[in-house]
């Protein structure tokens, strides 16, 4: 039996190592404090496109692992913490392939007061620094979700219908009966299928303003309430960063979290319970502020020039 070894080599926990220690001195240069979350909750987020796994105890109710620090951190800056980052190990149910695994090392940072344009300015510096390439931040091209569709896949994203969007990704039946009339999962297709590959690859890409349907957790863009102030990096085709500034509106992360409800209970998807107790933080008052998550093993798929995610990790979930 040789699957006991470990997937990747020690000079590539050494190069981790290096990244986690520019990614930490940045934060600290920053003056961001670091902050430790429960991986564990009673609560999962709601997201259509994301599973939580959960954890059985012997007695009482379902534990769930964290997807992501977001919530607990949100709660945090609601009682009055500084800006805060959070690196940590976070789970999610049904994710592998060569560039994902269901258990990841996540940094998560929120700043009070940024904007769209000063957070992702600040993404892209941390990036350049935890590839110890400062160049990155001089060359990076950005584009509004909408130019990006209309110059890469010729598509209207405002007015496009169904068979437009069908069209987009080649006609395939077989992803059309998947896709079904989910006009965001369309989307979402187009974007990481047509789109994204035609990135150049030895630069970062900026995509900002998505559709206010994939909000999420972000507030809509105060000039156009189609677009939400919502953004993701790429290098290449490989998605490393997802921010936005925060929706701090209670009552509208309420019905966003029920319709996400309706959704995957009408994909077949399991329900969650809602986290009341962050729900109750931004009744409370959360201040404006914008926040991102960016994938530690991405940065070093690209920083290792590999498109294989178990070049990085020591051991996949399969052989741990």
Known sequence: M?????????AAASRRAALLQ??????????ILAVDTPALSRSAGTDPNIDSLAVRPNVGNDYFLHTSPEFCMKRLLADGYPDIYSICHVF??????????????????YRLGFDLPAIIKDTLQFIAACLDEPELTESTIQFDYAEAFQRFANIDVYEASADDLVRGYGDDERLKSVMGDD???????????VIA???AHNQLTVVRHYPAAQA?????????????DRFEVFCGDLELANGYVELTDAEEQRQRFDQDLELRQQTGRPLRPKDHRFLAALKSGL????????????LQMVLDKTDDISDVVTFTAETS
């Open 22 to 31: 520019r990614a930490r001195h940045y934060f600290a240069g920053q003056n």
């Open 216 to 228: 999420s957790l972000a507030r809509l863009c105060p000039d156009d309430k189609r677009v939400a």
């Open 92 to 109: 999610r149910d049904g994710e592998s392939g060569g560039r994902h695994i269901p258990e990841f090392t996540m940094a998560e940072w």
């Open 197 to 199: 590959p035609q990135f």
């Open 183 to 193: 006009r965001q999962a369309q989307l979402d297709l187009i974007l990481s299928t």
């Open 287 to 298: 201040p404006d502020c914008a926040g991102v998550a960016v994938g530690i093993e991405r």
């Open 2 to 10: 040789t699957d006991w070894r470990p997937s990747s080599s020690p």
